[in-house]
């Protein structure tokens, strides 16, 4: 149980275009959903907190207006990185809190990778 | 607020041997800890956590964590490693009233024959 996906694995975008990058939970329902950036051989940096049915709340220093995330049903959350450029090319993770027992545990999709050319 | 900090960038060992890796954290609140495993362009598996209970915690794959709160500290350890523990660790730490993972900076475990 709590399998977490996201899609597509592998994205690679030209300068300007948007790309919507999806994270589900097939097998749990999830009010709330995280997204992490991972620069190469360096830690998870929190982006944002998703919760489903509002705003998401963003960390210090992430634009709300280049990253746009859906929370729009409980098993499914979206990130949109507007206007992509190189230096948002980057490894993307959303991870899911499982409710009830587990709630204080967060489970991780496989990661996007982002290229921007 | 918490910090994590993960003392070893790189633990390069055998295989066979024992291997430890060292997490420390900083809170001023009650904690729960965590491990993740990352393997190459993969997402983070969860290898063991402490929520309460019994300080010793015993995880997937054989790897086992000791919480010790009087040092702060939750080290990861395996009494013998295998060429397909190589991954990148890390350590996690939330309070316990919400739910949001801080992360130490990685510890990439090299196990070589």
């Known amino acids: 149980g709590a399998v977490v996906s996201q899609h597509p694995s592998r994205v690679i975008c030209k300068s300007g275009t948007s790309v919507k990058i999806e994270c589900r939970s097939l097998d749990f329902q999830a009010t709330t959903m995280f997204w992490y950036r991972q620069f190469p051989k360096q830690s998870l940096m929190l982006m944002a907190t998703?919760?489903?049915?509002?705003?998401?709340?963003?960390e210090q220093g992430v634009e709300k207006d280049k990253f746009l995330i859906n929370h729009a049903s409980l098993t499914l959350s979206t990130l949109t990185v507007t206007s992509a450029h190189p230096e948002d090319s980057s490894f993307y993770i959303c991870?899911?809190?499982?409710?009830?027992?587990?709630?204080?545990?967060?489970?991780f999709g496989p990661g996007t990778r982002l290229t921007v050319l | 607020a918490q910090s994590v900090t993960q003392l070893d960038s790189q633990v390069p060992v055998f295989e066979e041997a024992p291997v430890e890796l060292r997490c420390n954290y900083s809170?001023?609140?009650?904690?729960?800890l965590f491990w993740y495993v990352q393997y190459p362009n993969q997402g983070l598996q969860l290898l063991l956590k402490?929520?309460?209970?019994?300080?010793l915690v015993k995880g997937i794959n054989g790897f086992e964590a000791e919480f010790n709160k009087s040092q702060t500290s939750f080290h990861l350890r395996k009494p013998s490693v295998h060429i397909s523990d190589t991954a990148e660790y890390f350590c996690?730490?939330?309070?316990?009233?919400?739910?949001?993972?801080?992360f130490g900076g990685g510890t990439r475990l090299m196990v070589k024959p």
């Open positions: 402490y929520l309460s209970g019994s300080t």
């Open positions: 991870s899911a809190r499982v409710p009830g027992a587990l709630r204080d545990t967060q489970y």
């Open positions: 998703s919760n489903e049915g509002s705003k998401a709340t963003y």
């Open positions: 996690a730490v939330s309070g316990t009233a919400g739910n949001m993972l801080t």
């Open positions: 809170s001023s609140v009650s904690v729960y």
